[in-house]
């Protein structure tokens, strides 16, 4: 019943539908900080419904079958951005236990012990000894943010990243060193990728995308700096890889807000084939190659993860309407 309606939803051809799914990380076991976030048994789960009920395709075939109108029904691409460690060691397991394709974009500047801005303030509040961390100085109406529980912690982060997530990228990174060092804690530096990681990767089949180097908000920048970060992320990893990149991710990938007209342009003339967004939605005939939607289902059953795959069908891709206005 299941693969009946999602055939009717998407039909093969010149009126598919493609889902390319996002995530980020899959933990080996539950996070105590942030339950909820995916780990390993619960993404087997949601593999094991893809294989069983879509066409899930490596993302470089799925994009140029939906340019030729040649997708098949029920088409789907599975897709991680970031770079994160946990995404060779916990997520390519279980990609090649149901022998799932998938692409993996990666930000070049955090390979081999770097650290994403938004994870050094979130390891910083979650191993401070601190009972409560006055940031009030450094983030003006923040105040005073009790670290005691993890419901706390959270609460604190939230606070933080919120603030400063839209700054100029050399202030929020110095605002994110101020919070580490007054956090007072060791940090890890083992949370992404080895290039040694993303060869291994790439051997067992999968895909390499490229994610630009630092996950700047390229909205934010001048062009010639947003430039720079595309081509020069691209470049790194066609270094590592031996071969060319021709998928990209746009960092954030709210259009309008993390990404604009100038910004799909410098891809472009990057010389990438497709890009993506994170605009809810399926891609379809008429959707731009530069502007792919993805989305994240978080439904943990069956049924309503079916339902929701087929929601997000049915709907117009954010992505699509943006470049149309």
Known sequence: MIRRLLEFASPGGARARLSVLIFHRVHAQADELFPDELQARVFAELC????RWFNVLPLDEAAKALREGRLPSRAAALTFDDGYADNHDVALPVLKQHGLPCTFFVATGFLDGGRMWNDTVIESLRRTACERLALDDLLPGVGELPCTTNTERRAAIEAVISRIKYLEPAQRQSLVDQVAQRAAVELP???MLTGAQLRAMRAAGMQIGAHTVSHPILARLAAADAQREIVDGKRRLEELLGEPVRLFAYP?????SDYHAETVGLVREAGFEAAFSTAWGAAGPTSDLMQLPRFTPWERTPRRFALRMLHNM????????????
């Open 48 to 51: 094991n419904w893809l294989a």
């Open 189 to 191: 530096d083992d949370l």
């Open 252 to 256: 954030n990938g709210k259009p309008g």
């Open 314 to 325: 049915r709907q117009p891709s954010t992505a699509q309407l943006a470049a149309a206005s």
